[in-house]
T-cell receptor, first 113, second 113 residues
């Protein structure tokens, strides 16, 4: 079984400040980790993934995430937030041999001008 | 390039009426296909997934059903809608050779009245 926890319902950040969205996971074996973003009334858009290799993963729109095995975390980060980054962010996990993703509940990010 | 389509984009149906939502993928063959429901703009619930024509796995018992009559077509149905079936329905697929990374369609907003 696999699961993801996104502990904060909403993250508020001022434009230009660093943005962090937290995610911790639980999985049997080595995790495959993903971040998606969703704008209102739209489907989810893929941002980045960690399968293997470097712990720091770079993705779309200037986002990056760091895989930390000891803390079972995969936090999403952006050095300088934009108002257009305001959206709902989902973390998801799977593992080898399992073609289903387990999603977190989502984090609403609000970037304040 | 591969694209995924869903229709209709929005739907308002009375309680007790039937439902048919369609998802098609272009530019690929033999994809894994998924139906999710998102309630209240937050977490995603996996409803069904399919690894091939006629092969459907149900994740949650309910009054919905799914079918895959063609390789790139995935249909979500109900004989009699309930109020609780309202939500945002998302279809997703895996790229060939990558069973863990999912890409999502634009979604269908269903309101049951």
């Amino acid at each position: 079984a696999q699961s993801v926890a996104q502990p904060e319902d909403q993250v508020n950040v001022a434009e230009g400040n660093p943005l962090t969205v937290k995610c911790t996971y639980s999985v049997s074996g080595n995790p495959y980790l993903f971040w998606y973003v969703q704008y209102p009334n739209r489907g989810l858009q893929f941002l980045l993934k960690y399968i293997t290799g470097d712990n720091l993963v770079k993705g779309s729109y200037g986002f990056e995430a760091e895989f930390n095995k000891s803390q079972t975390s995969f936090h999403l980060k952006k050095p300088s937030a934009l108002v257009s980054d305001s959206a709902l962010y989902f973390c998801a996990v799977s593992y080898y041999g399992n073609n289903r993703l387990a999603f977190g509940k989502g984090n609403q990010v609000v970037v304040i001008p | 390039s591969q694209t995924i389509h869903q229709w209709p984009a929005t739907l308002v149906q009375p309680v007790g009426s039937p439902l048919s939502l369609e998802c098609t993928v272009e530019g690929t063959s033999n994809p894994n296909l998924y139906w999710y429901r998102q309630a209240a703009g937050r977490g995603l619930q996996l409803l069904f997934y399919s690894v091939g024509i006629g092969q459907i796995s149900s994740e949650v018992p309910q009054n919905l059903s799914a079918s895959r009559p063609q390789d790139r077509q995935f249909i979500l149905s109900s004989k009699k809608l309930l109020l609780s079936d309202s939500g945002f329905y998302l279809c997703a697929w895996n790229p060939p050779g990558n069973p863990y990374e999912q890409y999502f369609g634009p979604g269908t907003r269903l309101t049951v009245t």
